[in-house]
């Protein structure tokens, strides 16, 4: 279940053997190679026109390390074209919104909608599934490397206006006019006379179109997944091992439900850097220094629960954070213990892999700063010492399948995109909202499953909507008919499918299901708090208020000040009217999971659950210790009653 990130074009050829014998030594059982390595698979461009590939040195790393026991994944090296390759076709490189070539140098340093890009994509990687497809240690394939990393899924070249303009026409069937109508296009004589005219929504003299930018947002996520099923196509004629890609944390420039299932992969994996998130992200200054050591405890978890649902129940962490990074601003040394706590979090959460990033620590180029497994000279990091520990504990304990979990929470890349378009108060950020809901109800100890906009809710419990900007018909019916308590989050159906606002104004159809009509919203800036009371409820907005009137038969549960409604009831529907704080998103989610059934555990410090089958995990991401809630008289299977800082315990659950 343990794995390792490896580069053995990094090394001289007489290590590997005695690196993949130490890996096996450690317990590891898989091997990431390749992603990086087309220009020593691929040197040149011979001069004849055939290509000149050398594959003499990954067949024999590939060798080495199956003979060693590790099982191969084999990753495509699409994400950095060699400098002939950009050389000789130019387009290769995307484009900023500021209009400027993105140059050679690093990587990622090309555009999904480049003619030239996917025939050279689609060559290499036939070229190395003819090779290693049926290669018996080779048993995973990885596509590319992080879509979307350094910003990249967004590109303003010619390619991408050419392949924009011929989705228009199939999104709008032909009709320039529906087009119009659907961006409002008359406002400011923006209107087109045919999908030849449509321009990029970059460099315009003010903001252009919302809508215009909300299809091209849309337009660049799909291209990302239809250059992703290109290669996926490809390998599935030679090979019939699983396909996967790594995702990242915190990525909401494509749709990573529409990669997975449009994309046509096998599972989901993605790459867990607990600490340089803390450092990135807008978490507030006091939860940056608090957990400058541990990583905020709910980062891992939420991207976890995230790919899983994805993956459609199967993901791995193919890159584990092993010690320090090299990326964020400042980059601690992860507390002694978090290596391990990371693996055994991941594995709770139901990861199939957990694979360390990386080997050995890399001694040149742009991640000297960044640990490995192993040490410049060899020897063990701390990283390696972990992953060892874990790897003997996993011998001893047999994990359970995954079980659904009790409460959903509703992700929608589409909100974010909608938010981040207009975002009208400018602190709005989709993301964190989406996070402090699902860590209000981490507090509580509570499981969660991630679900789609429309996925089928039947089995849940507890059903949370931090926001959905513009629901489908599926996502609306599945809200309707689910009979789960729901907790629905503030600015929700507040624009249709084209961004307009509903003609009978938000949340338009979902009105049916919450028993409210917003008047209009208020946008506040920060330093502005509006408190909330009503019956045991209280707490404060910040940020964003819907000024809202209640239909016949809704109950109002709690106001502000100011007498607008703040809490809304409807059956068993809950609106949020505003942000609201942690606090009392908390009170809401814990009354609603009670009346519904469900336990909700109060927890020590910085204490979470996470049950995989009958076992019931609780990891302690901090500097204190804490009391694990475990019944009197338990027999831990890891750990104890007190939970040191980067501490797990498990026990059975009675
Ligand atoms: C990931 C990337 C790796 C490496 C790592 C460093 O984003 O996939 O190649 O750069 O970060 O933390």
Redesign the pocket.
Known sequence: MLGV?YYPEHWPEAEWKDNARRMAEMGLSTVRIG??AWSRIEPKDSATGIPAYEWGWLDRAIDVLGAAGLKVVLGTPT?TPPKWLVDKYPGILPVDKEGRVRGFGS?RHYDFSSPDYRRESARIVTAMAERYGSNPHVAYWQID??FG?HDTIRSYSPAALARFRQWLARRYEGSIEKLNAAWGNVFWSMEFNGFDEVSLPNLTVTESGPSHRLDYFRFASDEAADYCRMQVEILRRHTKADVTH?Y?GFTWTFDHFDMHNEGGLDFASW?S?PL?FTREQPFEPEEKTAYAFTGHPDIAAFHHDLYRAVGRGRFWV??Q?PGP???ADHNTVPLPGMVRLWTWQALSHGAEVVSY??WKQAYFA??QY?AGLTRVDNERDVGGEEAATVAGELKQLALPPVQQAPVALVIDYSSQWMTAIQPQSATFNYSMLAFRWYEAARKLGLDIDIVPPGADLAGYKLVLVPTLIAPTAAALKALASSGAATLIGPRSGSKTIDYQIPRTLAPGEMAAITGHKVLRSDAMPPGIVKPVKGGNLKGEVTCWRDLSEVAAGTEVLASFEDGWPAVLKRGKVVTLTGKADGGLVGTLIRQMAQEAGVAVTELDGDLRLRRRGDIVFCINSSEKPARAPAPEGTSFLLGGREVPPAGVSAWRQP
Request: aromatic share 16%; net charge negative; charged share 30%.
């Open positions: 990130c992603e990086f994400a990587r490397n992080e990393c790594n990242m790459d850097y340089g193919m890159e954070q990074v090299n990326w990033f990386r742009q991640e960044h």
